[in-house]
């Protein structure tokens, strides 16, 4: 497989996309991040000193997936149809599982932009709760599916904890699925 960020000598750069087509592309990003179970309620219950966490949380994650082009060095800046970041609250072990889903029409993008939105999105919940829990991990960031553009559809057939991920070739009926490792 080709890296597309050097050019011919080597340095990075950033992909001409000019010759691309403009295609609808979705991109789904998740992330976990484990606290106490105090802090757990703390969220639930909306008793958090700075305020509403998760509430500022999708703010933060859907601010950061817009500006992931600032961020990542070599991100084209893209224009989204929408963006959204959801939480799924877990008690055994308390965690809070966070997804940023990405829609666009373009010549490129989705995946790193959901893949920010979600981080952005964790970090923040740390952000908000450290007084409380200095203890809380953040993992388990991965693309859990993409769709568009050149690359076809990726769909991360796995759960949570990681294992087989399927990739499908670009268009219907073009090239076989190719089942691999964790992505």
């Known amino acids: 497989m080709e890296l597309t960020h050097f050019d011919r000598r080597g340095n990075a750069a950033m992909v001409d996309v000019s010759a691309k ?8 990003a998740g992330g976990t991040i484990s606290l106490g179970e105090e802090t757990l309620r703390v969220v639930q219950e909306g008793r ?7 509430g500022v ?5 859907i601010m950061a997936a817009k500006r992931t082009a600032e961020l990542i060095p070599l991100c084209h800046p893209l224009i989204f149809d929408t963006c959204t970041v959801d939480f799924d609250i877990r008690d055994d072990p308390p965690r809070i599982e966070a997804v ?5 029409s373009g010549k490129t993008g989705a995946e790193m932009e959901a893949l920010t939105g979600v981080s952005v999105a964790l970090l923040t919940i740390y952000d908000m709760c450290k007084a409380m829990d200095r203890g809380m991990v953040m993992g388990n960031i991965r693309l859990l599916e ?3 553009g050149k690359s076809g559809h990726f769909l991360r057939d796995d759960g949570p904890c990681g294992g087989p991920a399927e990739r499908h070739g670009g268009e219907p009926g073009e090239g076989p699925a190719i089942r691999g490792g964790t992505g």
């Open 146 to 148: 993409k769709s568009g």
């Open 57 to 61: 949380a999708r703010l933060a994650g």
């Open 100 to 104: 940023c889903r990405v829609k666009l």
């Open 48 to 54: 958090a000193q700075k305020g509403d966490v998760l």
């Open 21 to 28: 087509d403009i295609t609808e592309r979705t991109a789904r």
